[in-house]
């Protein structure tokens, strides 16, 4: 892989090592093996979800088609970065939760109320892509990042 320096002396470039290594597009679906491969990036502890690890990836192969990027601990350790974030639910081996993570730097540019604002929003925005994607999730306050209890929704939970 090629890398670049832009005119502010940032790296171009590191970005798109899952591209051309780390995942490899001609073999398996593409987008599994792209989940795959951030699954413990988008927890910013580092943590993948070992005991839902299968949930988490299809919770980032639905994100990540809707257009939404995972968070990515790789990058962030370089310079602020948002996206999606997906954690173990503590006590709840089979539970994962998916959060925005804003650009830290955006929280002292705004003020606190816009902020918490725009945090409830993407939350509810993760809500409603996870259901439209017919995941289990469960049942919380629109602000709060859903929390996913299994690929698909049990026809007696409907």
């Known amino acids: ?69 995972p968070f990515n601990l790789e990058a ?17 081996n089979t539970a994962v939760r998916a959060a925005w993570q804003q650009d830290p730097a955006a929280e002292g540019r705004m003020p606190a109320e816009r902020w918490q604002e725009q945090q409830a929003a993407m939350h509810q925005a993760l809500r409603t892509i996870l259901r439209v994607q017919e995941f289990w999730i469960e049942d919380g306050p629109l602000g709060e990042a859903p929390i996913v209890l299994g690929a698909t929704r049990p026809s007696s939970a409907c």
């Not at 490899?24 to 910013?44: I, K």
């Not at 962030?76 to 709840?92: C, F, H, I, K, Y």
């Open 1 to 69: 892989m090629e890398t670049t320096k832009t005119s502010q002396g940032k790296l171009v470039g590191a970005v798109s090592t899952w591209r051309e290594g780390a995942v490899d597009t001609e073999h398996g679906d593409w987008w599994h093996r792209r989940a795959e491969y951030f699954v413990a990036l988008a927890n910013p502890d580092g943590q993948p979800p070992h005991g839902a690890r299968g949930l988490a990836v299809e919770v980032l192969v639905a994100l990540m088609r809707a257009g939404l990027l």
């Open 76 to 92: 962030a350790a370089d310079e602020n970065t948002s996206g999606v974030t997906l954690e173990q639910v503590p006590g709840r």
